[in-house]
């Protein structure tokens, strides 16, 4: 009897176990439900996180921002100590950034060349008037530089510049050489002519001193000329006055200070007058 009386006593037991059991995962899971409702609550209220990615000021960078502040560096400080790490600097964001955009320093000394020179091609004229569209081109590209003088090491001496050079004025060069009467045949040798003759004085005149002791320099190559003896360079001495600052090689400043605007216009007569001459038939010579 005592052993009957202790089975039933047992399953009582791990009945009452089984209950307790169950109250208690009921009440786990409800503890549970309460606490995500809490923080759900809690992340819609929190504020957001930032995420990783760009820097804020990252995300209005752009191409043409890059370009502009690039070439107000070179404006500033010159093509020599310009940097990539001098624009990233100045626009706030990280030298990779500008990557994003600009593959290269030399892309973007490209881009910077082009916005440097803007749109350089004249409305277009009469084919009689060829000399006057021509001289309308070569002033247009003397004043670009003249804004952006420090750009001028970059014209010419650098081929990465030949990028920069719009199609639309190489096409509008060589139809006007063409409508003007030049041959086909010529015409390779008659453009380069007219490139040359448009970067070439330019180039020269806005050069830079590229000495950092500027006012010694100066100084030094002023008094070169100034003592020079006259039994020797007769003709050199008795013009230094008119020739200094005024005449390529005899200059200690460049064309921002001293200006060769006339000998510049007397240099597009030279060089068109010559063109004229090549010109087959009546036009020519």
């Known amino acids: 009897m005592r052993k009957r009386a202790e089975l039933r006593v047992f399953p009582d037991i791990s009945r009452d176990r089984t209950d307790c059991s169950r109250v208690t995962l009921v009440r786990i899971h409800r503890r549970e439900l309460t606490l995500s409702r809490k923080e759900a609550s809690a992340a819609a209220t929190a504020p957001e996180k930032k995420r990783r990615g760009r820097a804020p000021k ?8 890059i370009v502009e502040a690039a070439l107000a560096l070179i404006d500033a400080k010159g093509y ?6 001098d624009v990233a600097r100045e626009l706030g964001v990280y030298p990779t950034a500008i990557y994003w955009h600009v593959p290269s320093r030399d892309e ?5 060349i082009a916005a ?21 081109l070569f002033n247009r590209y003397r004043d670009a530089v003249a804004r952006h003088p420090n750009i001028a090491p970059l014209l010419g001496s650098q081929i990465i510049s030949n990028a920069s050079m719009n199609p639309v004025m190489v096409e509008a060069v060589l139809q006007t050489l063409l409508s003007a009467g030049f041959r086909p045949e010529d015409l390779i040798h008659v453009y380069n002519t007219v490139i ?7 180039t020269l005149e806005f050069a830079g001193h590229g000495a950092d002791e500027r006012d010694a320099w100066e100084g030094r190559l002023r008094t070169r000329f100034e003592e020079l003896d006259p039994s020797a360079f007769p003709v050199l001495t008795s013009n230094v006055k008119r020739l200094s600052n005024q005449a390529f090689i005899v200059r200690w400043k460049g064309g921002t200070n001293s200006s060769l605007k006339q000998s510049h216009e007397r240099y597009i007569d030279v060089v068109l007058d010559g063109l004229q001459r090549q010109l087959p038939g009546p036009g020519g010579s």
Not at 58 to 65: C, I
Not at 108 to 112: A, C, D, G, P, Q
Not at 125 to 134: F, G, H, Q, T, Y
Not at 196 to 202: C, D, E, P, S
């Open 116 to 136: 440097a020179l803007g749109d350089l091609v004249p409305p277009t004229l009469p084919a009689v008037r060829w000399r006057d569209w021509l001289k309308e």
């Open 58 to 65: 990252d995300q209005g960078l752009t191409r043409e921002r």
């Open 108 to 112: 973007l000394l490209v881009e910077v």
């Open 80 to 85: 020599a100590s310009f940097s990539l790490r």
């Open 196 to 202: 040359t003759a448009m970067v070439g004085f330019v």
